[in-house]
């Protein structure tokens, strides 16, 4: 088996100081993608370029404590791409592509923090933006090889993605136009929602992110904005599904997926 687990961090040194290692020491996921690094360069060397066993690729934000996401793996990639080729997003530290490439197989793991439109409509403008711009190069991809994009896309697809839909119908996250956005990548595009395919029906049990406002967490009033989204040949490997709760290391939960594929 070939475990993959991503989380955003909402803090690399954060998560850190709340057991994350103790986590990845018990779990012993090949590779783990991360977002919300919160750290520059500096920050990271001598520190955490490598987290139990498994060594750190990143792209990191040219704004101080922000965005930022990282791949730590088991496995040394053939090549590393930083950045998807936006100028605007690739400033902000929003993707890294590890490539593993035999004869037999070309496969990226993928690390993605997508933007929020949370604070206001200017960020939410910012949003459409990269949808726009992330599509046709996943579409690409996928043209030339498989893929497992995992990553924070701040987008709660189905009713069944978050507890109360009725009262977010018209809130960042869950809008018509992201939704839409969504559908069109797993209809039109191809690519699957892993988590999805293998618990279709899943409500509170799926949610990976809580407001931390109120009693959220300790309710389970969530989201499922965590995902991997892969080719089909790769996601047809899925065999299961964990979103592990019973530590918080952020206000997003881990998503690990183990596939049936040897690397």
Request: net charge neutral; glycine share 8%; charged share 25%.
């Amino acid at each position: 088996m070939f475990k993959l687990s991503s989380l955003n961090l909402n803090g690399i040194r954060s998560a850190t100081s709340k057991g994350l290692e103790a986590w990845l020491e018990q779990m012993r996921p090949d590779c783990i993608c991360v977002q919300e690094v919160k750290a520059q360069a500096p920050d990271v060397q001598g520190k955490f370029e490598a987290l139990s066993g498994l060594s750190g690729h990143f792209h990191f934000a040219e704004k101080k404590g922000y965005s930022g996401v990282g791949i730590y793996t088991r496995h040394a990639p053939s090549d590393v791409r930083v950045g998807f080729g936006n100028p605007e997003f690739d400033a902000e530290g929003r993707y890294v592509e590890l490539r593993f490439d035999t004869p037999q197989r070309k496969l990226s793991l993928i690390s993605c923090y997508f933007p929020s439109g949370s604070s206001g409509e200017e960020r939410q403008q910012a949003k459409f933006r990269f949808l726009d711009q992330i599509y046709p190069h996943l579409m690409q991809l996928k043209a030339e090889r498989e893929f497992v994009l995992c990553g924070d896309v701040n987008i709660a697809h189905q009713e069944i993605d978050l507890k109360n839909w009725k009262g977010n119908l018209k809130n960042s996250g869950f809008l018509p136009e992201e939704r839409a956005w969504m559908t069109r990548l797993l209809n039109e595009g191809g690519v699957v929602d892993v988590y999805r395919q293998l618990h279709p029906d899943a409500t509170d049990a799926a949610y990976t992110w809580w407001s931390n406002r109120g009693q959220a967490y300790a309710k389970n009033v969530g989201w499922r904005l965590d995902y991997h989204l892969a080719t089909p040949a790769l996601a047809a490997h899925a065999k299961q599904a964990a979103i592990f709760k019973e530590v918080k290391f952020s206000d997003h939960a881990p998503v690990t997926i183990d596939y049936a594929f040897d690397f």
